[in-house]
């Protein structure tokens, strides 16, 4: 185990100002301070947002990002159209992260998961029921995408630390009430205004936006986290709307 030496003394027989003339340890150039007002610094601002998935746009035409890859467990509710949930696959794919597919009908995602693969590939697809273990870390994240239909049995493989699952229901379901109050995070698109009205109540949503869910347009997600509420607009790219067509609700 090396000695961690002081700056005041020597190493080696060699002092700090020794080592300095020598080139090492060399101070990098001198700037002057940068100084701020205080009245001005509410205007400063850095371009960090949150890692994670882009998912659309909200209301005021920000990118809203969305971070499947947790260390903790994490569990999302889409109740919505396969086009938004195939779409959210092919982004997260994008990233690195695994997809694993449990599905009963397979033929609405092969042509997703051949145009995603490559020399590895990163979507698999599974009977409902059929998904082993997926050995996810967080070098190798995972998303499990379920499409088991309206009453998805429990899954074999459920959320864990950097594997997150994503339930998709075409429409509320009696068992849509229990996976929305277990989820983190629930997307809901257009439904009608009795299933408005009881989504509303499971997740406490404001009279507005209970109103607004039988509106909502082709690609619109209101997505709710505890309280935090945000519409998104889902626009394909080119590549997107090639494979997979232009933003619908119903599949």
């Known amino acids: 185990m090396r000695a961690v030496s002081s700056p005041g003394s020597e190493s080696g027989g060699r002092s700090v100002g020794a080592r300095l003339r020598t080139g090492l340890g060399l101070l990098g150039p001198r700037h002057p301070r940068h100084v701020l007002p205080v009245e001005q610094f ?57 997809l694993a597919v449990e599905t ?13 693969g490559g020399p590895v590939p990163c979507v698999t697809l599974h009977d409902v029921g059929k998904v082993p273990p997926q050995g996810a870390s967080a070098g190798s994240p995972v998303v499990v995408v379920r499409d088991c239909g309206m009453r998805p049995p429990r899954g ?7 594997q997150s699952v994503v339930t998709l229901l075409p429409y509320l379901s009696p ?19 009795d299933e408005a009205t009881e989504i509303g109540r499971v997740l406490a949503l404001p009279r507005e936006d209970v109103a607004s869910l039988p509106t909502l347009a082709d690609g619109v997600t209101l997505w709710c986290a505890d309280r935090d509420r945000h519409y998104v607009m889902t626009r394909p790219t080119d590549i997107e709307e090639g494979l997979l067509g232009l933003a619908r609700r119903m599949d």
């Open 104 to 116: 009963g009908r397979a033929q609405s995602w092969t042509g997703l998961a051949q145009a995603a």
């Open 175 to 193: 068992v849509a009430p229990r996976l929305m109050r277990q989820a983190r995070l629930v997307g809901v698109q257009r439904v009608s205004p």
């Open 42 to 98: 509410d205007a400063l601002a850095l371009p960090v947002g949150d890692d994670g998935v882009v998912i659309g746009v909200d209301a005021r035409d920000r990118p809203a990002v969305l971070g499947v890859n947790s260390p903790t467990p994490y569990d999302v509710v889409l109740i919505g159209g396969l086009w938004t949930a195939q779409v959210l696959a092919l982004r997260i794919a994008a990233t690195g992260a695994r």
């Open 156 to 162: 074999r493989v459920a959320a864990a630390p950097w």
